[in-house]
């Protein structure tokens, strides 16, 4: 039966200013500034101090004539009329704390701060299509669809799409007939052969197989071809013996031509393309210094914009203002089109500002929590630490701090590293001291190490090692740290 009753119910809403500041927060310094570079462009009433965009010798009043123009058009047809005491224009004409917000780094530039390098050149697909192009026995037709079949490259070299999907594309967008006979001709005969040997391949095995043809011939690379052709299961999960018995060879000669293979590039694309494509720079967020024997704490100025509300904005506020009474429909709406671009703006700068304080108050607990590393760089001495502890700590929220965490750079004495990496599990040694998940990896990736590579320790020995120097860790916990480190099983550590 349904029955009508009252329930009290707390339910709670992200103001515009909380979801900008979240959205705000995770982002890199790169990010971060091609966010400012957004806003500045889409919000006329913000601005950089000292822009060269002002520096314009254009008269003041005709410019403020023009923009007031255009926003007139713009709200004619975007915005509602409204009446003007609706709005208070004083809001906006007193001086506020947050109109500007300045980077007050003495000495300093604003456009050495913004120097970024740019890197030019040709595209991976355009290096193997001048290539191709030099071929002479290709006439327009073959070099249109080899052309198109180079762009279905990808950045490791190889072709991923199946050929009869290639040979539809080629219908549909170039309007040519073509057999998956001429696409496997094209490419055999000349894709292929274009440098980076091992380019245009459909697989590893294939990959290998165009690099081992182009070789030298000999005994080795006979043996070679034979083991990737033949039995390239048996070779990628490193059955060596099974390898030995069926092809009725020696060790040392199958030793030989592993060495071949290994020498081979399985990614041939990443030669030239890791060389053109944008690099992203990594630059870190915060710099920790030692000075005086005390830690310092500092945020990259890329992440302290000098931004303000516009001037002329402001003006166009006071010149309404003087002139209420002869405020027309037109006008309001220009009026109502101001207020939202400087209430945007003044929101932006604010939010900046918390991100601001945010990352600091952030990285200064983490900095504290584990201080015993940044003064020694010594990973033993990295606290187990979780996200809760720091929320805890500053009060903030778990994923404010999962934000900072997982996104920004810290430069160190001992390197840059991603904050995230001085977050981990607790763990308890035989002495009942808490220990860092860190200074197991560490103790792991050494004894790995040090192993015989002809006879790798399994997961099981590892545990037992750890449980004699006075870590108690389960097979399985070591099997999921070696995952994390993206470290492979005892006989795919395997060597002859």
């Known amino acids: 039966m349904l029955k009508q009753k009252l329930l009290q119910k707390g339910k709670q809403k992200l103001s515009p200013q909380q979801i900008k500041l979240m959205k705000l927060v995770q982002l890199s310094t790169l990010d971060f500034e091609q966010r400012v570079k957004q806003e ?61 917000f300045k980077n007050n ?71 040519i007939s073509v057999t998956e006979e001429k696409i496997e001709k094209l490419l055999s005969n000349y894709i292929q052969k274009l440098d980076p040997i091992g380019i245009g391949a459909r697989n590893l095995q294939e990959c290998i197989l165009i690099q081992l043809e182009n070789k030298k011939k000999s005994t080795e690379i006979f043996l070679a071809k034979n083991i ?63 000075v005086d024997g005390n830690l310092e704490l500092s945020l990259n100025h890329r992440n302290t914009p000098e931004l ?24 309001n709406n220009t009026i109502f089109f101001i207020k939202q671009k400087i209430d945007s703006a003044k929101w932006f700068v604010e939010s900046i500002k918390q991100r601001q304080n945010t990352l600091m108050l952030t990285m200064n607990a983490i900095m504290d929590y584990q201080k ?51 977050f981990s599990e607790k763990m308890i040694n035989k002495e009942g001291k808490e220990i860092s998940s860190i200074e197991i990896k560490k103790l792991l990736v050494e004894s790995i190490e040090k192993e015989n590579k002809k006879n790798p320790l399994t997961d099981e020995k590892l545990s037992k090692i750890l449980k004699k120097k006075g870590y108690i860790v389960a097979r399985r916990t070591i099997a999921k740290y070696r995952n994390q480190m993206k470290i492979s099983v005892s006989r795919m550590r395997k060597i002859l």
């Open 40 to 100: 500045l462009e889409e919000n006329p009433a913000l601005e950089m101090e000292d822009d060269l965009l002002n520096s314009i010798s254009i008269n003041e009043e005709e410019e403020n004539l023009d923009i007031s123009e255009n926003m007139m058009d713009l709200s004619e047809n975007q915005n509602p009329s409204i009446d003007s005491d609706e709005i208070n224009i004083d809001e906006y004409l007193s001086d506020d704390e947050i109109l500007d």
């Open 105 to 175: 780094i003495p000495n300093q530039n604003y456009s050495e701060k913004k120097y970024i390098p740019i890197i030019s050149g040709i595209s991976f697909q355009e290096y193997l299509k001048n290539q191709l192009h030099t071929f002479r026995f290709l006439n327009n037709k073959d070099l249109l669809i080899s052309d198109f079949i180079i762009g279905n490259i990808d950045e490791d070299g190889y072709i991923r799409r199946p050929i009869p999907s290639i040979v539809d594309d080629i219908f549909l967008i170039l309007g």
């Open 228 to 290: 990737i052709q033949n039995n390239f299961e048996f070779f990628t999960k490193k059955h060596y013996q099974k390898l030995q018995n069926k092809l009725g060879i020696t060790k040392k000669n199958l030793r030989k031509a592993i060495y071949q293979i290994e020498k081979l590039n399985p990614k041939p694309g990443k030669i030239y393309s890791e060389n053109t494509k944008n690099l992203n720079h990594l630059i870190p967020d915060f710099t920790i210094c030692i």
């Open 308 to 331: 303000k509300i516009s001037s002329i904005y402001l003006d166009m506020l006071k010149s309404y203002k003087y002139s209420k009474k002869n405020i027309k429909k037109n006008d």
């Open 372 to 422: 015993e590393y940044f003064f020694t760089g010594d990973p033993y001495k990295i606290k187990p630490m979780i996200l809760k502890n720091i929320s805890q700590k500053i009060g903030v929220g778990i994923s404010t701090v999962s934000r900072v965490a997982n996104s920004k750079y810290v430069n160190t004495p001992y390197g840059t590293f991603l904050i995230k990496s001085f």
